[in-house]
């Protein structure tokens, strides 16, 4: 009969809350007949999936990489923050 083998794994707990909190937060907004993306921390353009782009939403994401011309990449995870009193 052979013994079962366990693997004790490290607990990684809520590691992906946490580094999304640690990222930046941007906003949506309306820019003539435009949703647009931009940091609420900093000036710029943020490059971002049309798809989540709906008007006064903001998202937390991982990282902005700077590209030319002042605008920004999101990079990373991209989570929905959710605004109170809203």
Known sequence: MTAALQL???FLGDEPQRA???G???EVVLDGDRARVRPVDRAGWVRFPKRLRDVGARYRVERLTPLRGGAWAATGRIRR???KNR
């Open 20 to 22: 999304a909190a640690a």
């Open 8 to 10: 004790e794994l490290p």
């Open 81 to 83: 923050v959710r605004v």
């Open 24 to 26: 930046v937060v941007v």
